[in-house]
């Protein structure tokens, strides 16, 4: 017996930019009349796709193209990808809101879905007449939402405000009673979107207990979209990433977020910079970084002394400026802060090669972003550059019988240790 819940075929959504409809009321009976019939709309055109950085000549966008993909039940999966990427145009298909231009989608099971502030919700009725008309919305009768009806209340923590007109709750009380209702009713499949943002810290954390005890401890089938890396790792285990309204890769979560948070770019231990990075105070030419006394083409491994390498060219020595790095994580994490402005190294007018060690096993396995500043005075940013290299620490070589997996942590170091 197939445990496919949810199945995508060849799905793509066109949107026209500025005036909705043909033009001609005989055209828009006509496409409708198609509709009806189960064709495809016959002024269907070719439009570009969905890039919302760069303007188009058409005025037709796909906002997904050809998206195919099956969710089995029981499944935890992220929808990642920047704003615009096709995320929310994706979830509304799944949850029928709106339907596809081309394509099919398959669903077996009630559907509850959050994907936005209120879904769902009539801002003059109470929050519980709401509850009730979510469940009826489901398919429910109306004993089996009273028997999980204080459970509902208990969790959205608004039992004060329950016979109170929802139009009146603030956007994070909308949301925890959304939430609620959505994740409490007996559906098979479980839609949110960024919604959890609007709530506070330790509702976000209740959220996702819930929703990993729907998926794992009741079976039920959860599509999670969300800009927080560490949410999506901890909740999913497979992601889905999405760009320009395609699908550039369908895995293991690790391997998605990956994925998405190397800007899709594969990850180097040299670069060059061009003339693009020649300001006026300064010119950078070169970032590396390589195990000590080896070159950039070298594996970095757990194992391995690391060092980084910056070349930039001072243009005035009165311009008091030192460089500055921040370490960040796969999932966009800080993990630490290093300067050689408290390491009596100066940077003086002219041609700079500066090198930073780190120790011996200092990193994990795993990638890591390098931010690039140039600071002032000790003060104020003169440059920034996000991300200005990604580069990845390899497994070094263990014994047999040793443990192969990575190890907790982002950061290994190596102390001192004695035995008396």
Wanted: with cysteine; hydrophobic share 35%.
């Amino acid at each position: 017996m197939s445990r496919v819940v949810i199945k995508a075929e060849n799905i793509s959504k066109q949107y026209r930019l500025g005036l909705v409809g043909t033009g001609t009321v005989r055209d828009d009976f006509k496409r409708w009349w198609h509709s009806v019939q189960g064709k495809d709309n016959p002024f269907l055109k070719i439009g570009e796709a969905n890039d919302r950085s760069s303007k188009g000549e058409s005025d037709y966008v796909w906002s997904l193209q050809d998206i195919n993909f099956e969710i089995n039940q029981g499944d935890s999966v992220g929808i990642i990808g920047r704003n615009g990427a096709g995320k929310s145009t994706l979830l509304k298909i799944l949850s029928q809101v709106t339907q596809p231009t081309t394509g099919k989608i398959y669903t077996k099971g009630r559907i509850a879905s959050l994907l936005e502030v209120g879904t769902g919700f009539h801002p003059e009725m109470t929050g519980r007449e709401n509850i009730y008309l979510n469940g009826a919305i489901l398919g429910m009768r109306k004993q089996e939402i009273t028997r999980k009806f204080d459970e509902i209340v208990a969790f959205s923590g608004v039992e004060r405000y329950i016979d109170t007109p929802v139009k009146r709750y603030s956007s994070g009380m909308y949301v925890r009673l959304a939430f609620a209702v959505a994740a409490h009713l007996e559906s098979e499949i479980l839609i949110v979107d960024e919604v959890l943002a609007v709530g506070d810290a330790d509702f976000q954390k209740k959220c996702l207990g819930k929703m990993n005890e729907v998926s794992q401890g009741e079976g039920r089938t959860v599509l999670f979209v969300s800009h927080n890396m560490a949410a999506v790792k901890s909740l999913c285990s497979k992601a889905i990433v999405l760009e320009n309204g395609l699908i550039k890769k369908m895995d293991l979560v690790e391997n998605a977020v990956a994925y998405y948070l190397s800007g899709n770019s594969e990850t180097q231990n040299q670069k060059a910079f061009g003339i693009e990075y020649d300001k006026p105070e300064f010119a950078l030419h070169q970032i590396s970084v390589n195990p000590v006394g080896k070159s950039e083409e070298e594996v970095l491994d757990e194992y391995q002394e690391i060092e980084i390498n910056a070349h930039f060219t001072l243009k005035n020595e009165k311009n008091k400026l030192h460089v500055t790095f921040v370490l960040n994580n796969e999932l966009g994490e800080a993990l630490f802060t290093f300067s050689h402005i408290n390491s009596g190294v100066n940077l003086k007018q002219g041609l700079n090669k500066i090198k930073c060690k780190l120790p011996k096993g200092f990193l994990n396995i795993g990638t890591y972003y390098l931010n690039f500043y140039v600071i002032e005075s000790g003060k104020s940013t003169l440059f920034v550059e996000k991300d200005i290299m990604v580069f990845n620490i390899q497994e070094g070589q263990r014994s047999m019988g040793s443990w192969m997996g990575k190890e907790p942590g982002f950061i290994k170091p190596v102390f001192d240790w004695s035995i008396e």
